[in-house]
């Protein structure tokens, strides 16, 4: 049994990087909130559709958010490719007088397209990066006094069309001060390249299985533990953009911060439902431009963490056990390689041992204890969970190229090792250099009419019976 010891401890490692004990409560807390919403449709369909959640608690806000009471503001920089089809689905939920573009020292034709396109825009010089162009749009254009909600929108994502549709009832307890937006990857225009697909499909199963597998239940009322309101397409009420510090310094990105500013102030709830506020992200198609978005992001999760410290709660007890998870996941992930080549290598050489070669002993004895076929089905067998868990939630069969997928996890966890380094010794501007986009026809704007009719009051109140928990 201890000659067994090894090769168990290394599966039991390697599954582990894969099903993190966050990752096991949060579903549960998922799978209540779902139970919840059931049994509240079942047992409360003679009460209102908004009035009162699943679990109680729910103070009802004075009346219904409509299209007309949200700001779109898009922070820009060298996004003539892409902006023109952000505006257009903007457009096709909100006015056009609701949209703002903040260009952040763009020197391509952003600010002529934006022009063009009939929104207003201001012209940031010299850049300040997306947080400090939030700050400038959002005092500029005065969102705090003239709208109710701000959603703020990067310039490679699209709307879907049922965005407001969707996500503005989520305001309707008043409670909720903020909405997460769902992210899935835009799949048009595709990647021309085997690896710009293999990095988007990737990053859809990464999507897919966070959203849904943790953040569903971060979101629960009682729990209110949602980790990030991504900063790509997400909702704020502007009544409490004044107590949160949108650019703080140091940071490179802004996303995280303000997420941990609502926990820590205590400003309210943050909503989350996957069926809601879906918005398209264009997604890096090269290893580089996606080694540098991750690596924008581990830094500024982790110059985040190091800003806030330590704190009391749901909130702050989840992103510690994260914390160490993360950490402890990247090390096993990053050992992961080095450790199969070794195996692989000693398996190659025990032969030349057994043949009555002097100085392999040491082959012998690693190929026995770590052979490279338990390396491998340990780095392949719960990735591959992962990656059919995600085909069920999104309906969506994987291909073979998912077998590449735990190689981009190593990506991720080296930048993950890197960064943790770093934020505790460099700070950040938030300065940003947008990865190459593919450009695409124009898509038809598709509106969405905010007339109250019998079919669009059920859809409302079936968005909001499945996010009330």
């Known amino acids: 049994m201890l000659d067994e010891l090894p090769k168990l401890v290394v599966l039991v490692a390697l599954i582990a990087a894969s099903f993190s004990l966050s990752t096991v409560l949060w579903s549960g807390a998922g799978l209540l909130r779902i139970v919840a919403a059931r049994v509240w449709q079942r047992d409360g369909a003679h009460h209102s559709s908004v009035g009162g959640g699943a679990d109680g608690g729910e103070r009802r806000a004075p009346r219904r958010l409509e299209p007309s009471d949200v700001a779109v503001l ?5 996004e003539e490719q892409v902006i023109g089809d952000t505006i257009r689905s903007a457009a096709a939920q909100v ?3 609701n ?3 903040a260009s952040d020292g ?5 600010v002529a397209l ?13 850049n300040r990066g997306k947080a400090g162009a939030l700050v400038e749009g959002i005092s500029r254009f005065s969102l705090r006094d003239r709208f109710q909600v701000v959603l703020l929108l990067d310039a490679d994502s699209r709307l879907r069309p049922d965005y407001l549709l969707t996500g503005l009832p989520l305001f309707d307890d008043a409670g909720t001060v903020a909405v ?3 992210a899935t990857s835009a799949l048009h225009p595709r990647p021309e390249t085997w690896l710009g697909r293999l990095l988007t499909a990737y990053r859809e199963r990464t999507y897919v299985f966070v959203q849904c597998m943790q953040k569903f239940g971060q979101a629960s009322r009682r729990a209110n533990a949602v980790a990030i309101v991504p900063g790509f397409a997400s909702m704020y009420r502007t009544s409490i953009l004044d107590s949160v510090d949108i650019d703080a310094a140091g940071l490179a990105i802004e996303d995280y911060n303000m997420t941990f500013e609502v ?3 205590r400003l309210g709830r943050i909503a989350f439902h996957p069926s809601c506020a879906v918005a398209e992200t264009q997604d890096p198609d090269t290893l580089r431009d996606y080694v540098l978005q991750m690596r924008r992001w581990s830094l500024g999760f982790w110059q985040t963490v190091r800003r806030h410290g330590a704190h009391v709660g749901v909130f702050w007890f989840s992103v510690g056990v994260s914390i160490v998870e993360v950490l402890v996941t990247s090390i096993i992930l990053v050992l992961a390689l080095p450790m199969l080549l070794l195996s692989t290598l000693a398996w190659l050489l025990a032969d030349v041992a057994r043949l009555g070669g002097a100085g392999f002993e040491w082959a012998v004895a690693i190929a026995g204890a770590v052979p490279p076929g338990i390396v491998l089905l340990g780095l392949l067998i719960p990735d591959l969970c992962v990656t059919l868990i995600a085909a069920v939630l ?3 069969l994987p291909n073979a190229a998912a077998l590449c997928f735990p190689l981009l996890r190593i990506v991720d966890a080296a930048v993950c090792m890197l960064t943790f380094v770093r934020a505790f010794g460099a700070a950040g501007d938030g300065r940003w250099i947008s990865p190459t986009r593919r450009s695409s026809p124009a898509i038809e704007a598709r509106s969405v009419d905010p007339t109250p009719t019998p079919d669009r009051d059920q859809a409302v109140g079936e968005v909001v019976r499945r996010a009330a928990t």
């Open 74 to 78: 898009i922070a820009a920089h060298n």
């Open 95 to 97: 006015p056009a007088a």
């Open 99 to 101: 949209i703002f573009v």
């Open 106 to 110: 763009s020197t391509d034709g952003t």
């Open 114 to 126: 934006a022009e063009a396109a009939g929104v207003q825009v201001i012209d940031i010089s010299p």
């Open 180 to 182: 997460a937006g769902r």
């Open 263 to 265: 926990h820590a102030k």
């Open 394 to 396: 999104s309906r969506r």
